[in-house]
């Protein structure tokens, strides 16, 4: 049971776009949300992190809108450029002392030129 | 964040072997994780690594099949033993930061498994 659901699979956008991925979640008790990239070959690196407090978190072009309500939040990428083609993974932990990261299926970007 | 180094980076293996997998890290961690990404799949805890203790498997993996040591707070090891292609993975070394408030959670370079 996949307790973090991911959105698209895959996309592509051209240089200069904005990437935008999807993840919703159903455990109330998760309390910390990062995102993670990869590329081919690569482990996962953390690229930005949100707790449930706060709505929206923006690190450069990376930013994580944050829907408690919902139980949804999502990363934009703005101005995508080709070197953000990678993989990205979304990810939830929590809640108190609990360090497991539960991971979404992941989403293929593609930035073409 | 943590420097985490991984050895071997990739290995090649036969069927019925076992494989030990290490994770180095340039600091005292207290929580470390060993985690499993199948070719073309997101990630998979496999158990976390208690410091003086008998590992933490999550359900579906078992310690006859994955070994874990953890002698120390800045080393631990992952064995995958008797090994089928359907281990066949990237094997992925995780530990959660000490510093500041992010307690933010860091991955190895990963261990590529092929086993033949």
């Known amino acids: 049971q996949q307790q973090v659901k991911q959105s698209p699979q895959s996309l592509i956008v051209q240089k200069g776009g904005i990437s935008i991925i999807n993840c919703a979640y159903e455990n109330t008790a998760f309390d910390y949300f990062p995102w993670y990239q990869q590329f081919p070959g690569k482990g996962p690196a953390l690229l930005i992190a949100i707790r449930p407090d706060v709505s929206e978190k923006k690190e450069g072009r990376f930013t994580i809108s944050f829907n408690k309500s919902a139980k949804q939040f999502s990363l934009h990428i703005m101005d995508s450029q080709p070197g953000d083609s990678a993989t990205y993974f979304c990810a939830a932990r929590g809640g108190r002392r609990d360090y497991k990261l539960s991971f979404g299926a992941g989403t293929t970007v593609t930035v073409r030129a | 964040s943590a420097v985490i180094s991984q050895k071997p980076s990739r290995d090649i293996c036969q069927r019925g072997t076992s494989l030990t997998i290490q994770c180095q890290v340039d600091?005292?961690?207290?929580?470390m994780f060993w985690y499993r990404q199948q070719p073309g799949q997101s990630l998979t805890l496999i158990a976390t690594a208690n410091q003086g203790s008998e590992a933490t498997y999550e359900s579906g993996f078992v310690i006859d099949k994955f070994p874990i040591s953890r002698p120390n707070l800045t080393f631990s090891t992952l064995t995958v033993s008797n090994m089928s292609p359907e281990d066949s993975s990237i094997y992925l070394c995780?530990?959660?930061?000490?510093?500041?408030?992010?307690?933010?959670?860091?991955f190895g370079p990963g261990t590529r498994l092929t086993v033949l």
């Open positions: 600091s005292q961690v207290t929580m």
């Open positions: 995780s530990v959660v930061g000490t510093s500041g408030a992010s307690l933010g959670q860091f």
